[in-house]
Structure formats: structure tokens, C-alpha cells
């Protein structure tokens, strides 16, 4: 709760004496559509989703405004068998963010067979957030049919019982089609306390300008480059000035794991970098309103994933 108080605790002013408010952490093994689900809540592409597993790396938190009501919602990496440092961090993340909230929601992928590792989810959850309640959330409703979504809530729900523990409520949406999303936010508003507005009104998320850059610059690394690049890059902005109104310039600069994966990030002639560049200028002009001049450099930096030092640098450790 420390942290709460320091960053984000705004206006401690009560709107009335039953106004809501609290935080909401979306939990789910990778790709089950946490940071798709938190852009359709907030109507806005703030959080960076690819097919690509852990393709979150931070906790990102998007602020709901409703008549009576401040609901944060809060993206999370998704919980996985770890690798490297780097994983064993995003687990840690994910389960402190679950642990800090006051309702979580698990989100099951409708397309993909309840497994190990949704068990192994739920098993943190019962143990790490014992007294927050938990609803189940199954997403990508758009693409399966009735009788999946039932045997997923059948599955998950047996899964939950046998641990000791029950679902608060349960809902089937699709972020894509925008379907169910009015109902969530309904559900979730009815579980949460009586709080404080933690957030002004007009701040949509807790990211810094420089985090904002840093993932939709690595999000178009995601998009156009394959295998194991999409894991061994990370980004630093350098430099984030406003030139004036208007105008941004950004420095930043992509780090890969090795040679050969530089090769293939700048490509023949710098033509990659050029169009990884060109896509992460369009999509930050359309988030901060603003022409954007933008500068990009490929480094190598070996076993990133691993060194602390390279972890704190990009904020992965704590
Ligand atoms: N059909 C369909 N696809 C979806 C939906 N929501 C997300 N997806 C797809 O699922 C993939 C993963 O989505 P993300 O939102 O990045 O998933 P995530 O849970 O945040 O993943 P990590 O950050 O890696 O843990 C992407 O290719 C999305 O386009 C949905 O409602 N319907
Ligand atoms: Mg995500």
C-alpha cells in the first residue's frame, strides 16, 4: 500500500460519501488477452499487445472514470515458467500487482485448452491473494463457440473448488468485438469499496511519456521481426524533448542479444529499422497528438535477460 500512497495517491477528497474507487489486476498466463482487453476498457491503444508471449513486461495501470466511480485497471505480465531473471521479475510483478488489489480478474483464453499452467495461476492466486476476491474472465469470446466457453468455465471453476476457492463472478467477452465489456465494468464497480479518486480525472494511465515510447517503438519490433527476436529486445528512450508545442523529438535505442539478431533488426540497407521506425512514429503521433521526430540506433548488449544491471536500466527488476 506504501507505493499507492507515494505515486499514485492524488486527491484524497471523497466526490461523496458512497463514491467507488480501487484497483483491478488483470492476471492470466501470456496471451490471453490482458493489455487487448485493457485498451477496449479504456477505448484508447495505451497498453502494447502481439501474439507474441510476454509481450508485457511492466505493470501498466489505466484509469476508468464513471459516474461515482474510479476504476484502475491494472495490465500485468503474464505468469509463465521462467527462463532467465527477466521472467522470474514478470512473475514477480504480476503476483505483487494481484497481491496490491482490492478484485482480480483471471482471464482464461477461450481458444486455448484449460492447462497446467492456468492451474498453476490459480494455485498462486490462492495462495499469494487469499482474501481478494476472484472472477473469472474468459476472453476472446468472438472466436469459439457456446459449448468451449462452457466446458472453459466448467474446467476452471472445478480447478478453483478443488484449491478450496470460488469464482466472485464469472464473464464471457470479447475485446475485440467490443462484446460483454459494459457488463465487466458494471460487475466490477458493484465489488469494489468506498474510496478516494486515487487519479485526476483527465490521466488515462500511471506511464511516463518515456514508457509510452519505449514500448510502441518495441511493440513494432514485435510486429515485424520473428522467432527469437521479439524476446531478446528491449528498448531505451535516450532522450524524450519537446521541441515545442507540437513537436516531439525521441533518441532511443533497441537492444538485442547478439550480432547476428542486430543483423536482422537493422536489415539490408537499414530497411527494417527504417520501417520499425516509420510504424512506432505513426502510432506515437496518434497517442500524444503531436508530430514526433524520432531517432533509433541497434545495439548489442549480451544476456541482457540475465545481468541486473541491464535489468534495473530498463526497469525490469525491483
Ligand atoms: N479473436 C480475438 N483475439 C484477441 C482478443 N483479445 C486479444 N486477442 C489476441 O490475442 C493475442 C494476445 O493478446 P495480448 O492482449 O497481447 O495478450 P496478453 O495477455 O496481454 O499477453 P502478454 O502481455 O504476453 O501476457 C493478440 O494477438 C491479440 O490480438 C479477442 O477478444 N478476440
Ligand atoms: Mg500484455
Known amino acids: 500500500m506504501s507505493e499507492r500512497v507515494d505515486t499514485a495517491r492524488t486527491d484524497f477528497s471523497r466526490e461523496d460519501a458512497h463514491f467507488k474507487s480501487g484497483f483491478v489486476a488483470l492476471i492470466g498466463r501470456p496471451s490471453v488477452g490482458k493489455s487487448s482487453l485493457l485498451n477496449a476498457l479504456l477505448g484508447n491503444h495505451v497498453a502494447i499487445a502481439s501474439k507474441v508471449a510476454q509481450t508485457t513486461r511492466k505493470r501498466l495501470r489505466g484509469i476508468l472514470n464513471e459516474e461515482g466511480a474510479q476504476i484502475i485497471f491494472v495490465d500485468t505480465p503474464g505468469l509463465h515458467k521462467p527462463q532467465d531473471a527477466l521472467g522470474k521479475n514478470l ?29 498453476w495461476v490459480l494455485t498462486q492466486l490462492a495462495k499469494e491473494a487469499d482474501d481478494i476476491p476472484v472472477d473469472l474472465i474468459i476472453t476472446k469470446a468472438d472466436a469459439t463457440s457456446a459449448e468451449t466457453i462452457d466446458s472453459q468455465i466448467e474446467a476452471a471453476t472445478k480447478a478453483f473448488a478443488d484449491l478450496g476457492k470460488k469464482f466472485a463472478a464469472t464473464v464471457a467477452l470479447s475485446a475485440k468485438e467490443h462484446l460483454n465489456l459494459q457488463l465487466l465494468i458494471e460487475m466490477v464497480r458493484g465489488q469494489l469499496p468506498e474510496g478516494p479518486r486515487w487519479f485526476p480525472e483527465e490521466q488515462q494511465v500511471d506511464s511516463t511519456p518515456e514508457d509510452i515510447a519505449t514500448e510502441f517503438i518495441r511493440e513494432q519490433v514485435l510486429l515485424s521481426c520473428r522467432e527469437e527476436i521479439p524476446h531478446a529486445t528491449a528498448v531505451i528512450v535516450n532522450e524524450l524533448v519537446w521541441r515545442r508545442q507540437g513537436l516531439c523529438h525521441i533518441d532511443a535505442r533497441v537492444l538485442v542479444e547478439r550480432n547476428s539478431q542486430k543483423a536482422i533488426v537493422v536489415g539490408k540497407n537499414g530497411e527494417m529499422i527504417k520501417k520499425i521506425g516509420m510504424a512506432a512514429r505513426k502510432s506515437l503521433e496518434t497517442y500524444f497528438h503531436a508530430k514526433i521526430h524520432l531517432t533509433l540506433n541497434v545495439d548489442v548488449a549480451k544476456k541482457w535477460r540475465d545481468e541486473e544491471k541491464y535489468l534495473r536500466q530498463l526497469g525490469y527488476a525491483e
Request: charged share 30%; net charge negative; proline share 0%.
Open 91 to 119: 512473475n514477480a510483478v504480476s503476483l505483487f500487482e494481484a497481491n496490491d488489489s482490492d478484485v482480480i480478474l483471471f482471464l482464461l483464453d477461450a481458444t486455448k485448452e484449460f492447462g497446467r499452467g492456468d492451474v
